[in-house]
């Protein structure tokens, strides 16, 4: 899939940054704009460089209005450009939210696909950096409820960049959200103990060129035959962590989209272990669990030996100093999985 | 995807358009030269009656309100004539206010918290304006006015408490450190999400018209959130209703690592933009306390005796940071803060203060030092109460607490759950 072999060390941050750097001199149309990206880089660096690189006129700062900045991706879109919108955190991307529901999602639909909107639109979101609840929200399950739109969650360097380009490359609106607490390595969930760096990981080796990973396609990370948990983003790496302590011989799939999703995967996988888990930072309520759960219970009921499990968030705000409390780890975790383990 | 392709929409006797991007005239290294910043003569602005309308004075938005001249001197038509006792008194708030700032800023630095803000050099602004209002007046401020609960003489405890989400906090460490929230004292919780705080203004100045109250709203912003929408829809609302509301936009010409060009500062005023709602607006030198006193006070008649809203665009600079989470080494000159025409706030009131003969520089000097000392004291009675991350401060299944009125099931089923996993666990933190 790679059209170069070379491949360097990255953190999540770099990776995405290399996405766009990659397809931006492959695709003159593609232009990144949003708060704070152009000169400055980002306020967490990921569009570092790039406007040094590729000029003003396609990699600029914005006025501060979320509103403002997915309507006039659109608009762009619209004119024929692949525009990649930075939302500075997701806990801001509310005020845009009539543009990408009423606008972005519908465009195509509506207008028999005269008119498109190719935007991919990236987002810090997800908790465990102290950030209170304007700084820690996880709202995918507002956007997968949206039909129209894509939802795209990397769980590692590679893959982010590799979804990265595959969700530039795509003719819908996509939402591609990345998970803060793991830009520098794959935390583990126990927030007492040292992260370990991505550079320690292998999937911090990084193709420097092009590649992509096919939006759709769930990742099985770790194969299992005890049960089957289904995770994204952050909860991948705590889900690994809390199996590999308990000792249980989970198979482990990293979702990567949300919509559209790998059904096929997650199906054979219930049919198999005959359990299921399901883990998001995500509060519960309506959250995307919801959804995986009806699907699996719609589609493997005869196969399951145990209730399906949802461990996550609460339907709480994010606390600020309470966060620890509120984070799915590896605590709530282990007593699910000790439930659902019950009979076995 | 070849840039030698000439497509057929492209008109050959048509020169091609060019996209414009804004870009400020100073960035790191560059020698900062301020000259081109027009600032008129203080004392050299009129001053309309508050019963005019707004349209008779819209050049105002294009000029500047300043009181205090070069020579420390109150001049022109809106020099407010405050008594030396009242001028000592916002001396002292903005100084308070800048010893807080320095004493939590190091807090964070040392592990105490994990964020704070300062308003170097924007102290007038919150301050002074905090004088020119009543007390029951309702503000509806952004993170950069602690200088209004500073003003209103809220304890300095209590804001210290929330921003080490301790035991004592009120909020109960749920909201992140420095987004109070104090209706004691008429101060409306702050928050994370910018502007949304402008039409919420609104709506409690037209509750309170409607209600034939006597109190008016203030609302605060920077001058990047007058790009959000909320800006926008709170104008319309303040013109179509004439409510009585003032709205200050703070342009301290920064919006984290964006200049004011990107909120459309090269294009006209901050102030301008009321023009088009065809509401009052005022243009302030905001490092002139007395230019905001009587500017504020001058809104508050207006708004008070139903002449509706009033726009003032406060022209600052913002001395430091955006937040501690922020270098502005990266993207702006590191002499643009010394080389602000505006000067400094707090030395102009003093120079004021000096000038007339009502102060000096020894006592300002031991002003400096007794405010360092308590804020150093009201520290040490906020840290008693505990820092942030060492330890729970909160109980735990407090956590649940206050999402609604009532708990619902479902949320007292996931705080057993909560407690039955803390127990498990046998963390430290179940056993509390
Ligand atoms: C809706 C929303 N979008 C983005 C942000 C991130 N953000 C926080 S402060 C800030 C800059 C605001 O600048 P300005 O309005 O000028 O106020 P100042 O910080 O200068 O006081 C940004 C972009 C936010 N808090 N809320
Ligand atoms: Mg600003």
Redesign the interface.
């Known amino acids: 899939m790679t059209d170069t072999p070379e491949s360097t060390r990255m953190n999540m941050i770099q990776a995405i940054n290399s996405a766009m750097d990659v397809m931006m001199d492959r695709d003159p149309d593609i232009v990144v704009m949003g708060e704070d990206v152009g000169y400055f880089g980002g306020v967490f660096r990921a569009t570092a460089g790039l406007q040094s690189k590729y000029g003003k006129t396609r990699v600029f700062d914005t006025p501060i209005t979320e509103c403002g900045i997915i309507g006039v991706a659109v608009g762009m879109g619209a004119y024929g450009l692949r525009p990649v919108p930075e939302i500075q955190f997701a806990d801001y991307i509310y005020p845009a939210l009539d543009q990408l529901v009423s606008e972005a999602a519908r465009l195509r639909y509506r207008s028999a696909g005269e008119f498109t909107a190719p935007i991919t639109v990236r987002s810090p979101f997800g908790g465990g950096i102290f950030g209170g609840q304007t700084h820690s929200q996880s709202p995918e399950g507002i956007f997968t409820h949206v039909s129209g739109i894509k939802t795209v969650i990397p769980s590692t360097p590679y893959d982010a960049k590799g979804l990265l380009i595959a969700a530039i490359e795509d003719n819908d609106p996509t939402i591609f959200f990345e998970p803060k607490r793991i830009y520098n390595g794959p935390f583990d969930g126990h927030w007492d103990r040292p992260t370990q760096n991505w550079s320690q990981h292998p999937a911090g080796d990084v193709p420097t060129g092009y590649y992509k990973i096919e939006l759709g396609k769930a990742k099985v990370v770790r194969p299992g035959e005890a049960l089957t948990i289904l995770a994204y983003g952050t909860m991948v790496h705590v889900a690994l962590s809390v199996i590999a302590e308990a000792g249980v011989d989970a198979e482990v799939i990293d979702l990567r989209t949300l919509v559209p999703l790998d059904i096929e995967t997650i199906e054979a996988s219930v049919q198999k272990t005959g359990r299921c888990m399901i883990v998001h930072e995500a509060t519960r309520t309506s959250g995307f669990g919801a959804e995986l759960s009806a699907l699996v219970q719609e589609r493997c009921f005869y196969h399951l030996e145990a209730p399906i499990e949802r461990v996550t968030g609460f339907d709480t705000p994010y606390p600020h100093s309470l966060e620890w409390a509120y984070f799915p780890g590896p605590v709530r975790i282990g007593e699910a999985l000790k439930k659902i383990m019950k009979d076995a | 995807?070849a840039?030698d392709r000439v497509p057929a929409h492209l008109k050959p006797n048509l020169p091609p358009l060019?996209?414009y991007?804004p870009?400020p005239k100073f960035?790191p290294g560059d020698t900062v030269d301020f000259t081109q910043v027009a600032i008129p003569a203080a004392g050299e602005t009129r001053r309309p009656d508050t019963a005019d309308r707004a349209d008779s004075f819209t050049d105002l938005a294009y000029q500047m309100v300043r009181v205090l001249d070069e020579n420390g001197q109150a001049v022109g038509p809106w020099n407010p004539r405050l008594s030396p006792d009242m001028l000592r008194a916002m001396l002292r708030s903005m100084a308070l206010v800048r010893a807080f700032d320095e004493r939590m800023f190091r807090a964070q630095r040392q592990g105490k918290t994990?964020?704070y803000m300062k308003c170097t050099g924007e102290e007038a602004v919150a301050v002074a304006a905090a004088f020119a209002l009543d007390y029951e007046d309702m503000c509806f401020p952004s993170y950069r006015q602690q200088g209004l609960l500073i003003a209103r003489g809220w304890s300095m405890v209590d804001m210290m408490n929330q921003i080490y989400?301790n035991t004592a906090?009120r909020l109960h460490?749920?909201?992140?450190?420095i987004?109070y929230s104090v209706k004691e004292a008429g101060f409306f919780s702050i928050?994370?999400?910018?502007a949304t705080q402008y039409p919420q203004a609104v709506g409690w100045a037209m509750a309170s018209a409607a209600k034939g109250d006597t109190r008016i709203a203030a609302t605060w912003c920077g001058e990047?959130?007058t790009?959000?929408?909320?800006f926008h829809s709170a104008c319309t609302f303040a013109s179509v209703y004439r409510a009585p509301v003032i709205f200050n936009v703070v342009n301290n010409q920064w919006?984290?690592?964006?200049f004011s060009g990107?909120?459309?500062a090269e294009s006209t005023t901050f102030a301008a933009r009321a023009v088009g709602y065809g509401i009052a607006g005022l243009r302030v030198d905001g490092n002139d306390a007395l230019a905001v006193y009587a500017a504020t006070a001058w809104a508050a008649e207006r708004a008070r005796t139903n002449q509706g809203p009033t726009l003032i665009e406060h022209f600052t600079y913002r001395a430091e940071g955006h937040s501690t989470?922020d270098d502005p080494g990266?993207?702006r000159s590191a002499g643009e803060p010394t080389a602000w025409p505006l000067g400094d706030p707090i030395a102009r009131l003093k120079d004021h203060l000096i000038a007339i003969g009502e102060w000096d520089e020894e006592r300002h000097a031991a002003q400096d030092k007794d405010l360092a000392e308590q804020v150093k004291a009201a520290q040490k009675e906020a840290e008693a109460n505990g820092v942030?991350g060492h330890g729970?401060?909160?109980p735990?299944d407090?956590?649940?607490d206050g999402?609604f009125e009532e708990m619902p099931w479902?949320?007292r089923e996931?705080q057993a759950?909560?407690i039955?996993?803390?127990t498990?666990?046998g963390?430290p933190?179940a056993r509390k």
């Open positions: 995807m840039s060019s996209l991007v870009e960035r994990s964020f989400s906090d460490g749920k909201q992140l450190p987004m928050s994370g999400n910018l990047g959130s790009a959000e929408g909320d919006a984290i690592s964006s990107f909120a459309g989470s990266q993207y942030l729970l401060h909160q735990l407090s956590l649940f999402v479902h949320l996931q759950q909560m039955a996993e803390e498990a666990s963390r933190w």
